[in-house]
């Protein structure tokens, strides 16, 4: 799957500590998946260290979505070679479609040709001009595409599929499933910034994650300051504060807006998306950067299932940030 080179650090995993003598152990798991870093910290009676399982989990992912591995059946439904996708892919293709709908088409898995073609795919950036955007849209939207029988049925063969927004928060699902299907209830699944978080730690204690307070300004220093509690929910975040490509002078967000075909490039910064699991909240997330600030606030008030954290630059060259109405944040003093 494609390097998350532009994901954001909002967010500060709270480190927990060893729980001392018998019972559950705290077991780590740490390491490279998809180009990016996951970490995944679970309570287990048995101390059970599952790296080949979950590396098998993995390997199962770039085989089935990753757009670096020709032979992946993403590659090959790209390519138009008749192929019946597995379990993984449909889960990601139709979820992908209702948020799609849901989001009135900002979230679209449809973008690819764009994605590549503005140079955040497999090629090289091209040099993009107005002809070349349209003649891509022609064939960008999920109406131009569909799932019949375990098969991809596309209206348009020039349609390609790019599941970067939503499979690494559906991975993250994926293993906590497993740890739940051999009896861990505590857990908390960290892929390249996107989370599942379960069930209490043995003392009662919720997983907490650190919401960076953005800094005044684009060079100053990071800061912790807001933490939440993540209880039996999914945590995602997009965007591209203090990280993005600069060329001319000009600002390119790997955040394709699939109406306009063109980069997005309003001011708000990065989403963070709570919502009941983890693949929903990386889609949401992707589409509230094509949303924009205004819009998402709207929409995320609108739905009792989701609460976000949104990060915004504001005209003084500084930051703001909004937290939706039911998010908890809680301070240092409250830890
Ligand atoms: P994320 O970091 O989850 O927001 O995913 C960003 C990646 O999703 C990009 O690098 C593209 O591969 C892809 N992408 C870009 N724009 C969109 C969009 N509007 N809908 C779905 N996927 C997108
Ligand atoms: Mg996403």
């Given at each position: ?105 900002a ?150 807006d ?6 997005v ?22 589409a509230?950067m094509v949303m ?44």
């Amino acid at each position: 799957m494609k390097k998350a080179f532009f994901t954001l650090s909002v967010l500060l995993i709270m480190a927990a500590c060893q729980f001392p003598g018998r019972g559950p152990q705290m077991i780590t798991i740490r390491g490279v998946v998809f180009g990016t870093y996951y970490s995944i910290i679970y309570y287990d009676e048995e101390a059970r260290v599952l790296q080949e399982e979950i590396d098998s989990i993995f390997q199962d992912f770039n085989s089935s979505m990753s757009f670096y591995d020709p032979q992946s059946i993403l590659s090959q439904v790209n390519r138009n070679d008749p192929v019946l996708v597995d379990e993984y892919f449909k889960a990601v293709f139709n979820r992908s479609k209702e948020i799609s709908r849901e989001t009135d088409g900002a979230f679209d898995a449809t973008v690819f040709p764009l994605v590549n073609a503005w140079g955040f795919g497999v090629d090289q950036r091209a040099s993009m001009t107005e002809e070349i955007v349209d003649s891509l849209m022609q064939f960008v939207g999920f109406e131009k595409i569909d799932l019949v029988d375990g098969r991809i049925v596309k209206y348009d063969e020039r349609v390609q599929l790019d599941f970067n927004a939503i499979a690494k928060g559906y991975a993250a699902d994926v293993i906590g499933h497993y740890l739940e299907s051999i009896g861990v209830t505590a857990y908390m699944v960290e892929i390249g910034g996107d989370l599942i978080a379960r069930g209490s730690k043995p003392d009662g204690s919720k997983w907490r994650i650190g919401l960076e307070i953005p800094a005044k300004d684009h060079d100053a220093q990071q800061e912790w300051h807001y933490f939440v509690e993540v209880y039996n929910q999914g945590l995602a975040t997009s965007g591209d504060y203090r990280r993005y490509i600069k060329d001319d002078g000009k600002r390119y967000s790997h955040t394709i807006d699939p109406q306009t075909g063109y980069p997005v490039t309003h001011n708000l910064m990065s989403a963070s998306v709570f919502a009941g699991d983890a693949m929903s909240a990386d889609a949401y997330a992707t589409a509230f950067m094509v949303m924009g600030l205004d819009k998402s606030i709207a929409f995320v008030e609108a739905r009792d299932d989701l609460e976000a954290y949104f990060i915004f630059s504001d005209d003084s060259n500084g930051y703001g940030y909004y937290a939706s109405s039911g998010l908890q944040l809680l301070s240092r003093d409250d830890l």
